[in-house]
């Protein structure tokens, strides 16, 4: 069987970009069993509840729905168990002391296989106010706007 390339997206949480400012981001492995591998191979993933918190220098990924394996048996996995998340000593010890200022949070970003290893990638993120949204809603709108009008003057030059 030859090896996979590249990078592959299961879930993707765009929530989370719109709900937090990331400050940081980080590529972490997972600790899966088999019948969650097939899962996620199927494409079936959800990260909307997400989080990460660490316990005893070890980051452990609660609420993310990963179903259960259609054609699994009796060793098929809970749905919502928590996993470990392997990520080098410095990031977890950079993560635990910037986590732990008021309003920060680890959110999970992105789930995808890279090089047909199952990766997840974190963000270190503080919470948005309601007015934050807004403006980055508007902004976003605005730069739409102003690629509408640029394409518009280059489709008239080009006639």
């Known amino acids: 069987m030859a090896k996979e390339k590249g990078r592959k997206l299961i879930a993707q ?6 709900d937090y ?7 972490a492995g997972l600790v899966l069993t088999g019948t ?6 199927q494409g079936r993933a959800s990260l909307v509840d997400g989080f990460v918190q660490l316990d005893g220098h070890e980051a452990w990924l609660y609420n ?5 394996y259609s054609q699994g048996t009796w060793t098929n996995h809970s749905a919502r168990r928590k996993r470990k998340l392997l990520l080098h000593r410095a990031e977890i010890e950079k993560l635990e002391s910037k986590s732990q200022e008021t309003g920060h949070t680890i959110v999970p970003l992105a789930l995808y296989f890279k090089d047909g290893r199952a990766k997840i990638e974190i963000a ?3 919470g948005k106010k309601e007015y934050d949204k807004r403006q980055t809603l508007r902004e976003k709108q605005d730069r739409r706007e102003a690629e509408r009008v640029i394409s518009a003057i280059r489709r008239k030059q080009r006639a």
């Open 21 to 27: 400012l990331i400050i940081d981001t980080y590529e």
């Open 13 to 18: 949480n765009k929530k989370a970009r719109h």
């Open 124 to 126: 270190l993120a503080r």
């Open 36 to 41: 969650e591998v097939k899962s996620l191979r």
């Open 64 to 68: 993310v729905h990963v179903p259960e």
